[in-house]
């Protein structure tokens, strides 16, 4: 998939004063979250285990996003602290986001720092990401009247 930078790379400060741009994840699309100094050590053995890191954004506390694609139709959904293997890391899957480049937080940017193609995240990535959990029904969106 096409790197979507040109619109991550927006700088929301000079178009939104002091609002931040968030990019929404799921299908198709999720982040590894790696928080801090844990979670980019984390993301480094990802890295040598395998996965192929494309666009990555530093993010004001240390730590780094990356971006990867899922097979189509695959579901991957959030998770905080469930992969063990992994301290550090959160997954922003389905239903989920994560702040743009060119936002802050207190002050401090979120700053795309590998400007590449989204690779398709590898197979036990996408497992250990589901851990086991099934996907639930999606509520109804048809309007009442």
């Given at each position: ?18 609002c931040g ?12 979250d ?112």
């Amino acid at each position: 998939m096409p790197s979507p930078a040109p619109l991550l790379g927006l700088k929301p400060s000079r178009v939104l004063g002091a609002c931040g741009v968030g990019v929404a994840t799921g299908q198709g699309v999720f982040v590894v979250d790696a928080d801090g100094a844990q979670g980019r050590a984390s993301l480094d053995v990802l890295e040598m285990s395998g996965a192929d890191l494309g666009l990555l954004v530093d993010t004001p506390s240390g730590g780094r996003h990356a971006y990867f694609t899922a097979p189509d139709g695959q579901w991957v959904p959030n998770s905080v602290k469930r992969l063990s293997s992994y301290p550090g890391i959160d997954i922003r899957g389905d239903g989920g986001f994560v702040a743009a480049p060119g936002s802050s937080y207190n002050g401090k940017p979120y700053i795309l720092t590998a400007d590449a193609d989204l690779h398709q995240a590898p197979d036990w990535l996408i497992s250990a990401a589901i851990g086991g959990r099934k996907q639930r029904d999606k509520a109804d969106t048809n309007p009442l009247i």
